[in-house]
């Protein structure tokens, strides 16, 4: 007479278990509906689907034929099994409370992310207005009578504004690989020439600190597979981290080795250095080693999350050691031809669209 307590449609469930228990000779469990003792139930209740019922569950397994007791007939084999059935319904309002939870807690990521993307297109458009200007006042053709001081204030207009719009840049770019909505565009391009480039532009800024800035390069790898704008703003990321956590005297050394179906890039600083507690949250957004009030190195704590974003699009993988007072490493792996996924798939497609969607859960 149990089964006419179990709710109609886990009746199935109810006796697939009992049979699997006694046809493969092994425990068997399931969880399903039955009719609740009280006549009168919480309708607000999620772990209920129906009012009237409580999630139970029942673990079932077949007794050895000695501790039956039941003479068996020639013809027919009897089966005992013994099953003990708890009620969870409890643990079910718990996984529903947990599931509420992150749901809320996703829209809110979500709800984030597109508030990122909206103001920094909101910010873009004046912020390129701010620089174009100040190009034009601090031009000496279009503004002749400018002092000195008024030229001074313009470039500290314009540095500013090119400073903000890199912030609002590297936001934007987050936004969307953290909304899966980043697209990897492949191209042929010399890494080394790549490498060189950036390098070059750094080293005017380690100047100012007396900051060298070298590379040693695998000669082999001339063209590789790649978004190439990732690319550089990958290298970008981690040198100017680099030169900027440096000590000033110290030097940055860029190294870059391959083999037939990857690379590896590794950025080396003799600076201060990053507390090992510190290292696993550096690829989340807005993380940042030295976290007081009174910071010492500007930076909004999107580097290394962007390059790791970056990385992880590309099917690499990011690898950070450091020691206090010592320095830092940070090495990337990438293939060395990135594979465009068969954009005709579903499934492709959706990997490729809710990318960063798991990776920001699994690095939460």
């Given at each position: 007479g149990f089964i006419n307590l179990v709710h109609p449609e886990d009746r199935a469930i109810y006796l697939e278990t009992f049979s699997r228990a006694a046809g493969k000779n092994t425990l068997a469990q399931a969880e399903f509906r039955v009719k609740s003792n009280s006549s009168t139930q919480d309708d607000t209740q999620s772990s209920q689907d129906e009012i009237g019922y409580s999630w139970v569950e029942m673990r079932c397994k077949p007794l050895p034929e000695e501790a039956t007791g039941v003479a068996h007939d020639d013809e027919i084999e009897q089966i005992r099994v013994v099953a003990v059935?708890?009620?969870i319904s409890d643990l079910k309002a718990q996984q529903a409370e947990i599931t509420h939870a992150r749901d809320i807690a996703e829209e809110a990521s979500r709800t984030k992310t597109r508030f990122l993307a909206?103001?920094?297109?909101?910010?873009?458009?004046?912020?390129?207005?701010?620089?174009?200007?100040?190009?034009?006042?601090?031009?000496?053709?279009?503004?002749?009578?400018?002092?000195?001081?008024?030229?001074?204030?313009?470039?500290?207009?314009?540095?500013?504004?090119?400073h903000l719009l890199l912030v609002v840049n590297d936001l934007?770019?987050?936004?969307?690989?953290?909304?899966?909505?980043?697209?990897?565009?492949?191209?042929?391009?010399?890494?080394?020439?790549?490498?060189?480039?950036?390098?070059?532009?750094?080293?005017?800024?380690?100047?100012?600190?007396?900051?060298?800035?070298?590379?040693?390069?695998?000669?082999?790898?001339?063209?590789?597979?790649?978004?190439?704008?990732?690319?550089?703003?990958?290298?970008?990321?981690?040198?100017?981290?680099?030169?900027?956590?440096?000590?000033?005297?110290?030097?940055?050394?860029?190294?870059?080795?391959?083999?037939?179906?990857?690379?590896?890039?590794?950025?080396?600083?003799?600076?201060?250095?990053?507390?090992?507690?510190?290292?696993?949250?550096?690829?989340?957004?807005?993380?940042?080693?030295?976290?007081?009030?009174?910071?010492?190195?500007?930076?909004?704590?999107?580097g290394l999350s962007l390059v790791a974003g970056f990385v992880e699009l590309h099917g690499g993988k990011i690898n950070i050691?450091?020691?206090?007072?010592?320095?830092?490493?940070?090495?990337?792996?990438i293939p060395r031809h990135y594979q465009v996924k068969n954009s005709n798939s579903k499934t492709a497609q959706n990997s490729a669209e809710g990318h960063l969607d798991s990776a920001a859960r699994k690095s939460a």
């Amino acid at each position: 007479g149990f089964i006419n307590l179990v709710h109609p449609e886990d009746r199935a469930i109810y006796l697939e278990t009992f049979s699997r228990a006694a046809g493969k000779n092994t425990l068997a469990q399931a969880e399903f509906r039955v009719k609740s003792n009280s006549s009168t139930q919480d309708d607000t209740q999620s772990s209920q689907d129906e009012i009237g019922y409580s999630w139970v569950e029942m673990r079932c397994k077949p007794l050895p034929e000695e501790a039956t007791g039941v003479a068996h007939d020639d013809e027919i084999e009897q089966i005992r099994v013994v099953a003990v059935t708890r009620d969870i319904s409890d643990l079910k309002a718990q996984q529903a409370e947990i599931t509420h939870a992150r749901d809320i807690a996703e829209e809110a990521s979500r709800t984030k992310t597109r508030f990122l993307a909206n103001i920094s297109h909101e910010l873009r458009t004046p912020l390129n207005a701010i620089i174009g200007f100040s190009d034009l006042l601090g031009d000496k053709r279009f503004n002749s009578n400018a002092t000195s001081n008024q030229l001074d204030y313009i470039k500290l207009i314009h540095q500013s504004g090119s400073h903000l719009l890199l912030v609002v840049n590297d936001l934007l770019d987050m936004s969307m690989i953290e909304a899966g909505k980043l697209r990897i565009k492949p191209e042929v391009f010399d890494l080394c020439t790549l490498i060189t480039s950036v390098v070059r532009i750094m080293q005017v800024t380690a100047d100012v600190r007396d900051v060298r800035v070298s590379h040693n390069l695998d000669e082999d790898i001339c063209n590789i597979t790649a978004d190439r704008r990732a690319v550089h703003q990958i290298l970008f990321n981690l040198i100017s981290n680099a030169v900027k956590f440096s000590h000033d005297g110290g030097e940055v050394r860029v190294f870059l080795n391959s083999n037939s179906s990857r690379i590896t890039l590794s950025v080396m600083d003799n600076g201060i250095g990053i507390s090992p507690e510190v290292i696993p949250k550096l690829c989340q957004p807005f993380v940042q080693a030295e976290s007081s009030n009174s910071r010492t190195y500007d930076g909004a704590g999107l580097g290394l999350s962007l390059v790791a974003g970056f990385v992880e699009l590309h099917g690499g993988k990011i690898n950070i050691a450091s020691e206090v007072s010592k320095g830092t490493c940070v090495t990337i792996s990438i293939p060395r031809h990135y594979q465009v996924k068969n954009s005709n798939s579903k499934t492709a497609q959706n990997s490729a669209e809710g990318h960063l969607d798991s990776a920001a859960r699994k690095s939460a």
